[in-house]
T-cell receptor, first 113, second 116 residues
Framework: QKEVEQDPGPLSVPEGAIVSLNCTYS??????FMWYRQYSRKGPELLMY????GNKEDGRFTAQVDKSSKYISLFIRDSQPSDSATYLC?????????????FGQGTILTVHP | GAVVSQHPSWVICKSGTSVKIECRSL??????MFWYRQFPKQSLMLMAT?????????EQGVEKDKFLINHASLTLSTLTVTSAHPEDSSFYIC????????????FGPGTRLTVL
């Protein structure tokens, strides 16, 4: 079983739609949860970072973590064409492994006008 | 946020040659730098962790003699792909954390390596 499973997509949605991106993980040692956005041929940029179960909101983005189910989601409201990118979930185990990120496979999102 | 640069952004080389990729933290001192590899339509895979002034720690399956990492200063780490082969063609991305950047990792823009 892979440590991280991410809905592969690709997703294609109209502008203004609500987007839901999902990942599951199996490693109970994961403590920190992140969502990155990666445009084509660019490095990833951090969108959201959290370490507790529940919701965290930042503008049009909401990250949801359910540690009991080992499940995280990213919701994008009022999606824009500029949101078109690959979205990567990532985890960090903390402790001596702090800083070592494990990434999901990525979901390609296209928002069309 | 903090800025990380990579050079070159794109390199083409002949099989058997060595290629050096630089990763720089421009406005903070990076105590730790990470090197990732990303194949087309795949996710990032960590290759090695590099702490300033010490030897890099390589992930399982990554050949340390083929991928030489040097982290000689708090703002510069280099990855040298030695005796490159076509299967080494990939997108190499570094990240850095430390100093005023704290525990967050900031990623460079990546280097696309094509080995002919």
């Amino acid at each position: 079983q892979k440590e991280v499973e991410q809905d592969p997509g690709p997703l294609s949605v109209p502008e203004g739609a609500i987007v839901s991106l999902n990942c599951t993980y199996s490693n109970s040692a994961f403590q920190y949860f992140m969502w990155y956005r990666q445009y084509s041929r660019k490095g990833p940029e951090l969108l959201m970072y959290t370490y507790s179960s529940g919701n965290k909101e930042d503008g049009r983005f909401t990250a949801q973590v359910d540690k009991s189910s080992k499940y995280i989601s990213l919701f994008i409201r009022d999606s824009q064409p500029s949101d078109s990118a690959t979205y990567l979930c990532a985890w960090n185990a903390g402790g001596t492994s702090y800083g070592k990120l494990t990434f999901g496979q990525g979901t390609i999102l296209t928002v069309h006008p | 946020g903090a800025v990380v640069s990579q050079h070159p952004s794109w390199v083409i080389c002949k099989s058997g040659t060595s290629v050096k990729i630089e990763c720089r933290s421009l406005d903070f001192q990076a105590t730790t730098m990470f090197w990732y590899r990303q194949f087309p339509k795949q996710s990032l895979m960590l290759m090695a962790t590099s702490n300033e002034g010490s030897k890099a720690t390589y992930e399982q399956g990554v050949e340390k003699d083929k991928f030489l990492i040097n982290h000689a200063s708090l703002t510069l780490s280099t990855l040298t792909v030695t005796s490159a082969h076509p299967e080494d063609s990939s997108f190499y991305i570094c990240s850095a954390r430390g100093g005023r950047a704290g525990n967050e990792q900031f990623f460079g823009p990546g280097t696309r390596l094509t080995v002919l």
